[in-house]
């Protein structure tokens, strides 16, 4: 499945290399808050490090408008991946000028240099060649370790691998490794399970994975649109009506495959303390919204899951950020840990829900992506990853 090269495959001892990281975590007052995503780089950064290269690392953060705002600096996690490797971290105040140039030329074999934010340029996400190449003349060698940024062509995830030999790291390697096979070859049962807020965000995944998966499970807000398309009015749910009639063409599609929600919990407002019911699928009253599937499809939907062999998980099954409005997320977040199936579980949203489940470490691999995974899922072939060496 996998057909790249790695950092196993060549030899960095005495090189420098220019590894593109996803450090795009959230910070808060100066200080880094969940850290998931600087931890998984760790194995590329420590094998570099083990084997005798220099490492650079380039990452972006946040979406800064223009140029470079303190706020989006990545000092502080430079400053945090200090605590975390034994290695000397050191900081430039740019991305390719003066100071990373002149960091980049006196770094050692051993020791990390981290650049600052590469959205300040806004080059990175035009994939400016200048920027690329310029990104690339630090270094003898790329690697991209950023799967969460792989389904973008910018300078520093496809521009930078036109100018220097480039392979993946370790965590851009698991990813494509999990979430290849469970598209092109899973073992059977295939289970997809499907939440979050559009449907417009997952047709060609949904399409792709009706031809694969056995069932394909259908929450959250996305559930809505389905039902509006079947006749039911919706109240003041979320609706995405531009998409009601591609919603109509996948239900005919999909037949028994595609599996909806049988009941729904509905709310006045969307807070704690919110007018409560719970109902089955049908019209919705004026003023009240969905915000979860019942407890009849919770049941039905472990079912399905307790016979899988694999499955695969993206979205929220309702409003999980707010109690009590998380029960039906955190339902299947037990069942699919209890399943004993390959699991794979992608997206922000469905991450952020499995960690607080405290049901992290059963499940199989946790993607750090997720519109990349969104991708991969749709069987599309990633920018950041095709620009990468050939085995």
């Given at each position: 499945?996998?057909?790249?090269?790695?950092?196993?495959?060549?030899?960095?001892?005495?090189?420098?290399?220019?590894?593109?990281?996803?450090?795009?975590?959230?910070i808060?007052?100066?200080k880094?808050?969940?850290?998931?995503?600087?931890?998984?780089?760790?194995?590329?950064?420590?094998?570099?490090?083990?084997?005798?290269?220099?490492?650079?690392?380039?990452?972006?953060?946040?979406?800064?408008?223009?140029?470079?705002?303190?706020?989006?600096?990545?000092?502080?996690?430079?400053?945090?991946?200090?605590?975390?490797?034994?290695?000397?971290?050191?900081?430039?105040?740019d991305?390719?000028?003066?100071?990373?140039?002149?960091?980049?030329?006196?770094?050692?074999?051993?020791?990390?240099?981290?650049?600052?934010?590469t959205?300040?340029?806004?080059?990175?996400?035009?994939?400016?060649?200048?920027?690329a190449?310029?990104?690339?003349?630090?270094?003898?060698?790329?690697?991209?370790?950023?799967?969460?940024?792989?389904h973008?062509?910018?300078?520093?995830?496809?521009?930078?691998?036109?100018?220097?030999?480039?392979?993946?790291?370790?965590?851009?390697?698991?990813?494509?490794?999990?979430?290849?096979?469970?598209?092109?070859?899973?073992?059977?049962?295939?289970?997809?399970?499907?939440?979050?807020?559009?449907?417009?965000?997952?047709?060609?995944?949904?399409?792709?994975?009706?031809?694969?998966?056995?069932?394909?499970?259908?929450?959250g807000?996305?559930?809505?649109?389905?039902?509006?398309?079947?006749?039911?009015?919706?109240?003041?749910?979320?609706?995405?009506?531009?998409?009601?009639?591609?919603?109509?063409?996948?239900?005919?599609?999909?037949?028994?495959?595609?599996?909806?929600?049988?009941?729904?919990?509905?709310?006045?407002?969307?807070?704690?303390?919110?007018?409560?019911?719970?109902?089955?699928?049908?019209?919705?009253?004026?003023?009240?919204?969905?915000?979860?599937?019942?407890?009849?499809?919770?049941?039905?939907?472990?079912?399905?899951?307790?016979?899988?062999?694999?499955?695969?998980?993206?979205?929220?099954?309702?409003?999980?950020?707010?109690?009590?409005?998380?029960?039906?997320?955190?339902?299947?977040?037990?069942?699919?840990?209890?399943?004993?199936?390959?699991?794979?579980?992608?997206?922000?949203?469905?991450?952020?829900?499995?960690?607080?489940?405290?049901?992290?470490?059963k499940?199989?691999?946790?993607?750090?992506?997720?519109?990349?995974?969104?991708?991969?899922?749709?069987?599309?072939?990633?920018?950041?990853?095709?620009?990468?060496?050939?085995?």
């Amino acid at each position: 499945m996998f057909n790249k090269k790695t950092i196993e495959d060549i030899d960095v001892q005495g090189k420098k290399v220019l590894v593109r990281v996803d450090f795009n975590v959230p910070i808060k007052d100066g200080k880094v808050g969940d850290d998931t995503r600087i931890r998984a780089a760790l194995p590329t950064i420590q094998y570099l490090l083990d084997h005798g290269a220099a490492v650079i690392l380039a990452s972006h953060l946040g979406r800064p408008k223009n140029g470079p705002e303190a706020k989006f600096s990545l000092r502080p996690v430079a400053e945090y991946l200090g605590t975390l490797i034994k290695a000397p971290v050191k900081f430039a105040e740019d991305t390719i000028g003066s100071s990373a140039v002149q960091a980049a030329a006196t770094l050692k074999p051993g020791e990390v240099l981290v650049l600052e934010n590469t959205r300040f340029y806004p080059g990175e996400e035009k994939n400016n060649e200048e920027l690329a190449r310029a990104m690339a003349s630090l270094a003898d060698l790329y690697v991209n370790d950023a799967f969460g940024t792989a389904h973008r062509a910018h300078a520093s995830t496809e521009g930078v691998a036109r100018f220097l030999p480039g392979v993946a790291g370790f965590l851009m390697e698991k990813e494509i490794r999990y979430l290849g096979q469970a598209v092109a070859s899973p073992e059977k049962p295939f289970v997809a399970i499907l939440g979050g807020a559009k449907i417009s965000d997952k047709i060609g995944v949904i399409r792709n994975l009706l031809a694969k998966a056995d069932t394909i499970l259908i929450g959250g807000g996305m559930a809505n649109t389905f039902f509006k398309a079947q006749g039911h009015e919706m109240g003041d749910s979320l609706v995405e009506d531009t998409a009601l009639d591609t919603a109509k063409e996948l239900l005919e599609q999909g037949g028994k495959k595609l599996m909806l929600p049988v009941d729904m919990v509905i709310a006045d407002k969307i807070e704690e303390g919110a007018q409560v019911k719970t109902v089955p699928v049908g019209p919705v009253p004026a003023g009240w919204k969905v915000v979860d599937i019942g407890p009849e499809s919770r049941a039905a939907f472990a079912k399905v899951i307790a016979d899988a062999k694999t499955v695969v998980w993206n979205g929220p099954m309702g409003v999980f950020e707010v109690p009590p409005f998380d029960e039906g997320t955190y339902a299947l977040a037990r069942a699919v840990a209890d399943s004993g199936a390959t699991s794979i579980v992608g997206g922000g949203d469905s991450v952020a829900a499995i960690q607080k489940s405290g049901l992290a470490d059963k499940i199989t691999h946790i993607s750090t992506g997720g519109g990349a995974s969104l991708e991969m899922l749709e069987g599309l072939e990633l920018p950041g990853v095709a620009a990468l060496q050939d085995k």
